[in-house]
């Protein structure tokens, strides 16, 4: 009975010493229990681009901060504008689930565009430059829709791959004559010629929103700038798009083959229905160089910077 006791003893000394040693190696020499102290995570950043811009009116900027664009008006002049302007990289969340309506009637159109909000309804119907036609609607826009189950990303995706592959971006005219007439061209014109040249990024992006339009997809066209590193760090003029998706502007980067994210290189000046809402006039070449500069861009800093102290 003794030895039982005895051995039972010894058990619980040795219990109770290797608990108080794990209890101890807890312990940090401050007595913080190492153990319950939550881990930081690291924040998370994003790149950003601090530009001083000088811009032609009538391009009022002021009007388009956003979570990844912050404008601070410097000094209007009447005729231009100088301003800070501080982009930031973003990424859209996308929902890929989304789908586009099915239309088989007018009156599916017409149950369509009840629907969406009144302004946003204009972002749907065939304008100036951006038409479209039965043929561009059931012979192409159609063809990539059903090859992806009318999903919307889906779709957006294949008609930005496929079309250029067949479509020739073409710079020429505005490194000779001028960007005035450059972002006018029709849709129609660019998938029908035979050249199959579209006369600028302009006129790219309005073949991609009338394609997007046809199946009842709100598209909007993005006016802007764009830093292009690949050509060793130019700023060009450039457009893009936003296709809406349940109820939030999403960006598309057709040529660059983009859905649900920018750069900190997209300055955006101007969203609008059709570019010939646009004023063009200062871009024709013999008004270049004589007081009239379409745009200046100053790049002042870059780098990265905590997504928390970005003021949205």
């Known amino acids: 009975?003794?030895?039982?006791?005895?051995?039972?003893?010894?058990?619980?000394?040795?219990?109770?010493?290797?608990?108080?040693g794990c209890v101890s190696q807890k312990k940090e020499d401050n007595k913080v229990d190492v153990n319950t102290t939550p881990t930081t995570q690291p924040e998370k950043t994003v790149s950003y681009l601090k530009t001083k811009i000088t811009i032609s009116k009538p391009y009022d900027i002021s009007d388009l901060n956003s979570s990844r664009q912050k404008v601070i008006i410097i000094r209007d002049y009447g005729t231009k504008l100088v301003a800070e302007v501080t982009t930031y990289s973003e990424d859209?969340?996308?929902?890929?689930?989304?789908?586009l309506p099915y239309i088989q009637t007018e009156e599916?159109?017409?149950?369509t565009l009840k629907k969406l909000p009144k302004n946003v309804v204009p972002y749907v119907l065939p304008t100036d430059t951006v038409e479209w036609d039965a043929f561009m609607r059931e012979r192409v826009a159609k063809l990539y829709a059903k090859d992806t189950n009318y999903s919307i990303v889906g779709t957006a995706y294949l008609i930005m791959k496929d079309q250029k592959q067949v479509i020739?971006?073409?710079?020429?005219?505005?490194l000779k004559q001028g960007y005035q007439y450059w972002w006018l061209q029709p849709a129609s014109y660019t998938?029908?010629?035979?050249?199959?040249?579209?006369?600028?990024?302009?006129?790219?992006?309005?073949?991609?929103?009338?394609?997007?339009?046809?199946?009842m997809e709100p598209t909007k066209l993005v006016y802007g700038l764009y830093y292009d590193i690949e050509e060793g760090g130019v700023w060009k003029p450039y457009a893009w798009t936003e296709i809406y998706i349940n109820g939030k502007w999403i960006p598309v980067d057709p040529y660059r083959e983009k859905i649900g994210?920018?750069?900190?290189?997209?300055?955006?000046?101007?969203?609008?229905i059709d570019f010939v809402e646009l004023d063009f006039s200062c871009y024709i070449s013999e008004k270049e160089g004589k007081g009239c500069k379409p745009f200046q861009v100053e790049i002042l800093e870059q780098g990265t910077v905590a997504e928390s102290q970005i003021k949205k």
């Open 1 to 20: 009975m003794k030895k039982a006791t005895i051995v039972f003893a010894l058990i619980f000394l040795i219990t109770f010493a290797m608990f108080s």
């Open 92 to 99: 859209y969340f996308v929902d890929e689930y989304a789908t």
């Open 108 to 111: 599916d159109a017409n149950a």
């Open 168 to 174: 020739v971006v073409d710079e020429s005219p505005y």
């Open 191 to 215: 998938i029908s010629a035979e050249s199959h040249k579209a006369m600028g990024y302009g006129p790219y992006a309005t073949l991609y929103a009338a394609l997007m339009r046809s199946l």
């Open 261 to 272: 994210t920018l750069s900190r290189y997209y300055i955006k000046l101007d969203e609008v």
